[in-house]
């Protein structure tokens, strides 16, 4: 069983950044790559960020692309979304996910990934 574990979330002005982190408590963790959802009330999860079990291939979701940036350190079992940028419309709860397996590329594919985080809140104020 994998279990993620979210921090970083909380209240910032719009034009400001935030830090995301996702602790991983699995035995293995470059058996997995990793992803970042986010979810704005009565909205979707949607997809916003995926890194590959080696962290050299990423991919973004479009409303996020050339502000967010993911990232891994294998050594501690963690993921990170730095967000800058930020605007009132990426106010969302930010969820990790985790999917087995070392694929080449990560998927945008909410339905493929194995597990979840409980998720973090982020807002941003105008």
């Known amino acids: 069983q994998v279990q993620l574990v979210e921090s970083g979330g909380g209240l910032v002005q719009a034009g400001g950044s935030l830090r995301l982190s996702c602790a991983a408590s699995?035995?293995?963790?470059?058996?997995?790559?990793m992803g970042w959802f986010r979810q704005a009330p009565g909205k979707e999860r949607e997809f916003v960020a995926t890194i590959s079990w080696t962290g050299t291939i990423t991919s973004y979701g479009d409303s996020v692309k050339g502000r967010f940036t993911i990232s891994r350190d294998n050594a501690k079992n963690t993921v990170y979304l730095q967000m800058n940028s930020l605007r009132p419309e990426d106010t969302a709860v930010y969820y990790c996910a985790a999917r087995f397996g070392r694929m080449r590329i990560g998927t945008a594919t909410l339905n493929n990934y194995d597990y979840w985080g409980q998720g973090t809140r982020v807002t941003v104020s105008s």
């Open positions: 699995v035995h293995t963790f470059t058996n997995y790559s």
